[in-house]
């Protein structure tokens, strides 16, 4: 099937570390996608990690690939307020080539002052 | 380096009206996409051109749903009839394109910010 699955919500307190998970059914998947979406605004790409590939890390993003589970996480270190807002796991497929995404449903986080 | 443009922001219309939508991708980029995201949920593309030519309208209801991209460049999509359930936003996207034998070639997609449609 093409599901691509997320909670749906998470609450976190400024400062704590937040972790959103994600699971993709493709194993095929060659990349795969963490977009942040403000209310109001378009999909702003956070980061992405290939296939190959089991953790990325940038600044305060951490990614974490399990390509057997077919689990992907996101964590975001010291969580501001700012990181308020929803955020979606997409997978792109080798078999398409031709840049397609498959979204999850996204997951509100809320941060807490 | 101006990003994705779409209008109108916001439309709202009746049942059965037709409704245009305008996107007018970052200069240079081959790859144009169409999204719905129907609210709580993720985009779901309609469609996608590579320059003036569909690579995949699978998800698009052709029955009420057309796009076009003539010249490449900047691209419509319009709804004709409107029903109920059409009622969501509208994303618009756009990249460098799809490399000739770049299997599983990365093809960052640049999201505009959208058009909320509203079929009352």
Redesign the interface.
């Known amino acids: 099937g093409e599901d691509v699955e997320q909670s749906l919500f998470l609450s976190v307190r400024e400062g704590d570390s937040s972790v959103i998970n994600c699971t993709y059914t493709d194993s095929s998947s060659t990349y795969l996608y963490w977009y942040k979406q403000e209310p109001g605004a378009g999909l702003q790409l956070l980061t992405y990690i290939f296939s190959n590939m089991d953790m990325k890390q940038d600044q305060r993003l951490t990614v974490l690939l399990n390509k057997k589970d077919k689990h992907l996480s996101l964590r975001i270190a010291d969580t501001q307020t700012g990181d308020s807002a929803i955020y979606f796991c997409a997978e792109s497929r080798d078999s398409s080539n031709t840049g397609k995404l498959i979204f999850g449903q996204g997951t509100t986080l809320q941060v807490k002052p | 380096e101006a990003g ?1 443009a779409q209008s109108p922001r916001y439309k709202i219309i009746e049942k059965r009206q037709s409704v245009a939508f305008w996107c007018n991708p970052i200069s240079g980029h081959a ?1 144009l ?1 169409w999204y719905q995201q129907i609210l ?6 309609l469609i ?1 051109f590579q320059n003036n030519g569909v ?2 309208d699978s998800q698009l209801p052709k029955d009420r749903f057309s796009a076009e991209r003539l010249k490449g460049v900047d691209s419509t999509l319009k709804i004709q009839p409107a029903k109920l359930e059409d009622s969501a936003v509208y ?1 618009c ?1 756009s ?1 460098l394109g ?1 490399l000739a034998g ?13 058009t909320r449609l509203t079929v009352l």
Do not use: C, H, M
Not at chain 2, 40 to 45: A, N
């Open positions: 994705v790859t996409y709580g949920q993720g985009p779901k593309l996608q690579v995949d994303l996207a990249s799809i770049g299997r599983g070639t990365y093809n960052e997609q640049f999201f505009g910010p959208g």
